[in-house]
């Protein structure tokens, strides 16, 4: 499995943005995908995942309400549409396959850019 993310950019807060996560390759209907960031200087963090066969969606706290999740299994892409977002959102983004809803991911993409200006 490959992932390929996208849809980065600044924006200004209180804004919104999609990003997206191509997916070449098989998952398997076991699977989870998410999303993660990496803010500088902090550790990476789980944003949000769903089960790429039934949809089940899990989210952090820090994120819930404001972000959400879904998936194309036909296209093969996963996005993640965020809502109001503030400078604490500026961090890099990653999506990933796992095996588990929250960890255990060991697939992961090269990451996209998310800048929020006040």
């Known amino acids: 499995v490959q992932l390929q993310a996208s849809g980065g950019g600044s924006v200004q807060a209180g804004n919104s943005l999609r990003l997206s996560c191509s997916v070449s390759g098989r998952i398997f209907s076991s699977n989870f995908i998410g999303w993660f960031r990496q803010a500088p200087g902090k550790e990476r963090e789980f944003l949000t995942s769903i089960n790429w066969n039934r949809g089940d969606s899990y989210y952090a706290d820090s994120v819930k309400g404001r972000f959400t999740i879904s998936r194309d299994r036909a296209e093969k892409t996963l996005y993640l549409q965020m809502n109001n977002l503030s400078t604490e959102d500026t961090a890099a983004y990653y999506c990933?396959?796992?095996?588990?809803?929250?960890?255990?991911?060991?697939?992961w993409g090269q990451g996209t850019l998310v800048t929020v200006s006040s």
């Open positions: 990933a396959v796992g095996r588990s809803t929250r960890s255990d991911y060991d697939i």
